[in-house]
């Protein structure tokens, strides 16, 4: 037995249901969401128009790499290094072949894996910007985001601009094996030749940057800091409460919780991360050589 039934059975069905509307039916997918943290619901409009922060909680929804180089660069910036393209070296299949997951990724989001590179102005200083992708396969790193991002830091060294990372990701692609975690050494490597030059690097950490990516470049900034909220860390803590057979402290993995560890330089709301980074670029000056 239900426990709901319908007693008026003429009510108009919508247009998602097979049946024609009509000219009354007006459609609303997509024009509202709801926030993961105040539970409330959104006009889209209204976040998009607030960088994807909820306006009453604050809630930092995801941003794609397009949409953040866009909310940090002045217009004009060029997106560079775009062409390369995983090769699959392992001929890996899980659930599906890897090759099918970069295709419907690479349709999904435009892009040719998860990273963008941009040089550009921000504010009034020519920096080189590295963009992630989460939701090209988790932001996961093989070896074209390693490239990427390898590439970027060589750039700011010889252009002698400052760099800026923004992380967002789920780590290493296992889909890869060995040779995504090689691009661990391969970044970290670049950036000590980066620090030998005294070129500043900035990384912004963002919900979620966890695994491998962490345990490199996205902890080895002359500053690094955080959105709110955002999860930071290495493995998940179901899998260090196994190991430690303890229970976690609350807010375990949180960019507040290792903001009070010293772990990170500060914690900036998205709205005011341009500006602020304007300022941090002011006082870390690249010396002439
Ligand atoms: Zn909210």
């Known amino acids: 037995m239900s426990w709901f039934k319908r007693e008026d059975a003429d009510f108009e069905p919508g247009p998602?249901?097979?049946?024609?509307?009509?000219?009354?039916?007006?459609?609303?997918?997509?024009?509202?969401?709801?926030?993961?943290?105040?539970?409330?619901?959104?006009?889209?409009?209204?976040l998009e128009a607030n960088l994807n922060v909820c306006p009453k909680c604050q809630h930092h929804f995801k941003l794609s790499a397009r949409q953040r180089i866009d909310s940090l660069l002045e217009p004009g910036y060029e997106l560079v290094d775009t062409g390369l393209r995983s090769t699959d070296p392992l001929n890996f299949t899980d659930v599906?072949?890897?090759?099918?997951?970069?295709?419907t990724a690479q349709e999904s989001t435009g892009l040719s894996d998860a990273i963008l590179n941009a040089t550009g102005c921000l504010g009034r200083h020519e920096v080189v910007l590295s963009a992630m992708e989460y939701a090209f396969i988790g932001g996961s790193m093989g070896a074209v985001v390693g490239e990427t991002i390898a590439r970027a830091v060589d750039r700011a060294r010889l252009g002698r601009k400052p760099l800026i990372v923004v992380a967002a990701s789920g780590g290493a692609r296992m889909m890869e094996g060995v040779v995504s975690l090689m691009q661990m050494a391969k970044?970290?490597?670049?950036?000590?030749?980066?620090?030998?030059?005294?070129?500043?690097y900035i990384c912004v950490l963002t919900d979620p940057t966890t695994g491998g990516v962490t345990a490199?470049?996205?902890?080895?900034?002359?500053?690094?800091?955080?959105?709110?909220?955002?999860?930071?860390g290495f493995a998940g803590p179901r899998v260090i409460e196994q190991t430690i057979r303890q229970k976690l402290p609350e807010g375990f993995q949180r960019s507040e919780f290792l903001l009070e560890k010293?772990?990170?330089?500060?914690?900036?709301?998205?709205?005011?991360?341009?500006s602020y980074l304007v300022r941090a670029l002011d006082f870390l000056k690249v010396p002439a050589v």
């Not at 998602?16 to 959104?42: F, H």
């Not at 010293?262 to 341009?274: C, T």
């Open 16 to 46: 998602s249901n097979g049946s024609s509307g009509g000219e009354k039916t007006v459609r609303t997918e997509g024009l509202w969401v709801k926030c993961l943290g105040c539970r409330q619901t959104i006009w889209k409009a209204e």
């Open 216 to 232: 490199s470049f996205a902890m080895l900034g002359d500053l690094n800091i955080a959105e709110p909220g955002a999860l930071i």
């Open 96 to 103: 599906k072949p890897y090759k099918q997951r970069l295709r």
């Open 187 to 200: 970044i970290s490597t670049a950036l000590a030749q980066l620090d030998d030059a005294r070129v500043p």
């Open 262 to 274: 010293g772990f990170l330089d500060a914690i900036v709301p998205r709205p005011r991360l341009k």
